[in-house]
């Protein structure tokens, strides 16, 4: 990951000093140290009159720094000047070396800072500040921070518009603002942060302007605190297809509160354009009173949707837990709109997940209103292909009714993926809202 944050630093000081490839010497540390500070944390919170004590108290939002320090230029210098010789662990050249600090490249594994200082990675002067000034485009939000990649600079640059002039809040020393939906685990929270992202674009009437960017730029994410993180890598085609998701989503969600301005249905306290993803997104947790656990399945699902999957049994299973514990819209708003646009966005088999969806709400609607509802427990819990079929039979005798059961034969996905799409059309007609 090291290659991609040196890219970032270095993207940011050729804006510093106006040129490329510029030496950097112990005196242009000194002069410029306080630049990628205050582009992280922003002018307004470290200005030209703040105090030392102050920019490292925002310096500390950030990274882990020892408590004992007081003086950003002192800890930064020092930190810096404090060489020996050695091997830089950036382009491996012998020269005067020091250690890596969380605020250098934030991203070394936190396991390696237990070993001794000699083996962790160690930068040259040019190097070590490079990295250092890779925060200028670091963004963070709760526990997760990221940045973007690109082998063209001025792509990142570009991804980097909307956060530092919309997305980030100067009040809270620009860590990124309130999400319109509370999140808590990490592919959740980038999953929103992508949506949050395209909405600025569609709000600005930039998003032909990003239009071969997005597919050329990837997003590098870390997650973590104390001893565990990982990482998270998402191409740009996935950032690309999640983009073009969103905008889907998001015209289409105009249109729909057209309609429900016109045919003067109450109003709603949220956005026009956050109708549908809000509606899906915000309805697959399930409340077990702490957010963590809340949004366990909803990580789940999301991880599969940055994979180009829907996890259908995930689902299914958020669903059936929700309807359980009687939560209002057990089936999540606009989950066949949601589920359609995704597949077509990336290009999955939308006609056989339409034919079995279809059939199971077909079921729902004879269903619906008669004491068979809860026969949904009964396909639920069929334990093996052959009791599904069976519960189907029986459903289908009971309703005097056939359906061609032939179509879920041919899901090659397998029967519990069957299983849980039928369920879901089910669910659908029998509880969804809208
Ligand atoms: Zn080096």
Same mark, same amino acid.
């Given at each position: 990951?090291?290659?991609?944050?040196?890219?970032?630093?270095?993207?940011?000081?050729? *804006?510093?000093?106006?040129?490329?490839? %510029? =030496?950097?010497? +112990? &005196?242009?540390?000194?002069?410029?140290?306080?630049?990628?500070? @205050?582009?992280?944390?922003?002018?307004?919170?470290?200005?030209?009159?703040?105090?030392?004590?102050?920019?490292?108290?925002?310096?500390?939002?950030?990274?882990?720094?020892?408590?004992?320090?007081?003086?950003?230029?002192?800890?930064?210098?020092?930190?810096?000047?404090?060489?020996?010789?050695?091997?830089?662990?950036?382009?491996?050249?012998?020269?005067?070396v020091f250690s890596n600090r969380a605020y250098v490249f934030p991203f070394e594994r936190k396991i390696?800072?237990?070993?001794?200082?000699?083996?962790?990675?160690?930068?040259?002067?040019?190097?070590?500040?490079?990295?250092?000034?890779?925060?200028?485009?670091?963004?963070?939000?709760?526990?997760?921070?990221?940045?973007?990649?690109?082998?063209?600079? *001025?792509?990142?640059?570009?991804?980097? %518009? =909307?956060?530092? +002039? &919309?997305?980030?809040?100067?009040?809270?020393?620009?860590?990124? @603002?309130?999400?319109?939906?509370?999140?808590?685990?990490?592919?959740?929270?980038?999953?929103?942060?992508?949506?949050?992202?395209?909405?600025?674009?569609?709000?600005?009437?930039?998003?032909?302007?990003?239009?071969?960017?997005?597919?050329?730029?990837?997003?590098?994410?870390?997650?973590?605190?104390?001893?565990?993180?990982?990482?998270?890598?998402?191409?740009?085609?996935?950032?690309?297809?999640?983009?073009?998701?969103?905008?889907?989503?998001?015209?289409?969600?105009?249109?729909?509160?057209?309609?429900?301005?016109?045919?003067?249905?109450?109003?709603?306290?949220?956005?026009?354009?956050?109708?549908?993803?809000?509606?899906?997104?915000?309805?697959?947790?399930?409340?077990?009173?702490?957010?963590? *656990?809340?949004?366990?399945?909803?990580?789940?699902?999301?991880?599969?949707?940055?994979?180009?999957?829907?996890?259908?049994?995930?689902?299914?299973?958020?669903?059936?837990?929700?309807?359980?514990?009687?939560?209002?819209?057990?089936?999540?708003?606009?989950?066949?709109?949601?589920?359609?646009?995704?597949?077509?966005?990336?290009?999955?088999?939308?006609?056989?997940?339409?034919?079995?969806?279809?059939?199971?709400?077909?079921?729902?609607?004879?269903?619906?209103?008669?004491?068979?509802?809860?026969?949904?427990?009964?396909?639920?819990?069929?334990?093996?292909?052959?009791?599904?079929?069976?519960?189907?039979?029986?459903?289908?005798?009971?309703?005097?009714?056939?359906?061609?059961?032939?179509?879920?034969?041919?899901?090659?996905?397998?029967?519990?993926?069957?299983?849980?799409?039928?369920?879901?059309?089910?669910?659908?007609?029998?509880?969804?809202?809208?």
């Amino acid at each position: 990951m090291l290659d991609e944050y040196f890219r970032n630093g270095k993207l940011f000081l050729s *804006e510093v000093s106006e040129e490329q490839d %510029i =030496p950097i010497t +112990e &005196d242009f540390i000194h002069r410029h140290f306080r630049d990628p500070v @205050k582009e992280l944390v922003g002018e307004s919170n470290v200005g030209d009159k703040t105090s030392e004590k102050e920019m490292l108290r925002a310096l500390r939002k950030y990274f882990e720094i020892s408590g004992k320090s007081i003086n950003i230029g002192k800890i930064v210098e020092a930190s810096f000047s404090k060489t020996r010789d050695g091997y830089c662990s950036y382009c491996g050249k012998e020269s005067a070396v020091f250690s890596n600090r969380a605020y250098v490249f934030p991203f070394e594994r936190k396991i390696d800072s237990i070993a001794p200082e000699e083996a962790r990675q160690q930068f040259c002067l040019q190097c070590g500040f490079t990295l250092f000034s890779g925060m200028a485009y670091l963004y963070k939000r709760g526990d997760i921070m990221f940045f973007f990649d690109s082998v063209r600079p *001025e792509y990142i640059k570009k991804m980097s %518009i =909307p956060f530092k +002039e &919309d997305l980030r809040d100067p009040s809270n020393f620009n860590k990124l @603002k309130k999400l319109s939906i509370q999140t808590f685990h990490s592919y959740e929270t980038i999953f929103v942060i992508m949506f949050e992202f395209v909405k600025h674009l569609y709000r600005k009437k930039l998003v032909k302007d990003y239009e071969g960017i997005v597919n050329n730029v990837r997003l590098i994410l870390v997650a973590g605190s104390g001893q565990i993180f990982h990482q998270i890598y998402i191409e740009g085609t996935t950032l690309d297809r999640i983009s073009q998701l969103c905008i889907k989503l998001i015209e289409g969600s105009v249109e729909n509160w057209k309609k429900r301005e016109e045919e003067k249905k109450e109003k709603l306290k949220i956005f026009p354009e956050d109708l549908i993803f809000l509606g899906f997104f915000n309805n697959l947790t399930i409340n077990r009173g702490k957010l963590s *656990e809340n949004c366990r399945e909803r990580e789940e699902f999301t991880k599969m949707l940055l994979d180009g999957r829907v996890d259908f049994i995930t689902l299914n299973n958020i669903v059936m837990e929700r309807l359980k514990r009687k939560e209002k819209f057990s089936i999540p708003l606009y989950y066949r709109s949601f589920i359609q646009t995704y597949m077509e966005v990336f290009d999955l088999d939308k006609e056989i997940f339409e034919k079995v969806n279809g059939l199971g709400y077909a079921l729902g609607k004879q269903m619906k209103g008669t004491n068979l509802e809860n026969f949904v427990w009964d396909v639920f819990r069929a334990r093996g292909v052959e009791q599904f079929y069976s519960t189907l039979v029986e459903l289908q005798a009971k309703l005097k009714t056939s359906i061609d059961l032939r179509t879920l034969n041919e899901y090659e996905q397998g029967w519990r993926e069957a299983k849980a799409i039928l369920l879901n059309g089910m669910l659908n007609a029998l509880y969804g809202g809208r």
